[in-house]
């Protein structure tokens, strides 16, 4: 919760793993209702940064 590379570094690590960038959007969406929506979008743009799609 709030913890921009936590987020990074678990989306890099699915993506090695083999999951795709829209599986990593909807884990988090599912989240919504859970930490709610200002914390998911501020995840999503967070594995939107080039940093970790690189």
Do not use: K, N, T, Y
Request: proline share 2%; no cysteine.
């Amino acid at each position: 919760m709030q913890s921009e590379g936590s987020v990074h570094s678990h989306a890099r690590r699915a993506l090695e793993a083999g999951a795709g960038i829209q599986e990593i959007e909807h884990s988090l969406l599912l989240l919504v209702s859970v930490i709610g929506f200002p914390r998911v979008a501020a995840a999503l743009s967070w594995i939107s940064d080039d940093s970790v799609s690189a």
